[in-house]
């Protein structure tokens, strides 16, 4: 299996542009979060998808965030308008959440953004 | 709300000796996993051990073991012949299962492995 995949692994955009990132889970796992790592705040969940539906968005920041999971395969997060405050690493986990796998998250490379 | 601690920001180990990386959380739970993830310069995190919370024995993976004691909520992790791919930042994370399956983490150690 590939792993996680994530899109793309660099972005660098002027405040107020439209980031778009993306994210593959691997085949067959039916959950989706993404993390946020920063130096100040260090790692944090920003939302986590089940079965395509989200669960848990308690952790995104304000209304210029915005996350999407059309089907099991593919997931976007979007911020509009972009702040340089949002510069940060942006990471996509999968996992199967099951007993079994004792819950593992899988991790992407993660996609750095810079805000100028 | 659950929160994890690490009171090492920085640590240093020599080639081929231990290092014990300390973590404390705080939860209310009874049932719940912890995990020690590595991320390498190269900023992939990588999941180095896990344990569940409802099992006494001590998880254990090659040179990497954890000493975990429910009732102080400590879950350390010892590196036994340290090397220099070691060298990484090295994060707690706690995870409730049964709702929402976030891990919370720590802020990290970073553990330097000197030849």
């Known amino acids: 299996d590939a792993g996680v995949i994530q899109s793309p692994r660099h972005e660098v955009t002027e405040m107020g542009q439209e980031v778009t990132l993306r994210c593959k889970p691997i085949?067959?796992?039916?959950?989706l979060f993404w993390y946020r790592q920063t130096m100040m705040r260090g790692l944090e969940l920003l939302i986590y998808?089940?079965?395509?539906?989200?669960?848990?968005d308690s952790g995104m920041p304000e209304d210029r965030f915005s996350a999407k999971m059309p089907n099991a395969s593919f997931s976007t997060l979007k911020i509009q308008p972009s702040e340089p405050r949002d510069s940060a690493v942006y990471f996509c986990?999968?996992?199967?959440?099951?007993?079994?796998?004792?819950?593992?998250?899988?991790f992407g490379p993660g996609t750095r953004l810079t805000v100028t | 709300a659950q929160t994890v601690t690490q009171s090492q920001p920085e640590m240093s180990v020599q080639e081929a000796e231990t290092v014990t990386l300390s973590c404390t959380y705080d939860?209310?739970?009874?049932?719940?996993?912890l995990f020690w993830y590595k991320q390498p310069p190269s900023r992939q995190m990588i999941l180095v051990i896990r344990?569940?919370?409802?099992?006494?024995q001590n998880a254990t993976e090659n040179r990497f073991s954890v000493n975990f004691q429910k009732a102080a909520k400590s879950f350390s992790l010892k590196i036994s012949d340290s090397q220099l791919g070691d060298t990484a930042m090295y994060f707690c994370?706690?995870?409730?299962?049964?709702?929402?399956?976030?891990?919370?983490f720590g802020k990290g150690t970073k553990l330097t492995v000197n030849p």
């Open positions: 939860t209310s739970e009874n049932n719940y996993y």
């Open positions: 998808f089940n079965n395509n539906v989200p669960i848990d």
């Open positions: 994370a706690f995870m409730k299962p049964y709702g929402s399956e976030k891990l919370v």
């Open positions: 085949s067959g796992h039916n959950s």
């Open positions: 986990a999968s996992s199967p959440l099951t007993l079994a796998d004792s819950y593992e998250q899988y």
């Open positions: 344990q569940e919370a409802y099992k006494q």
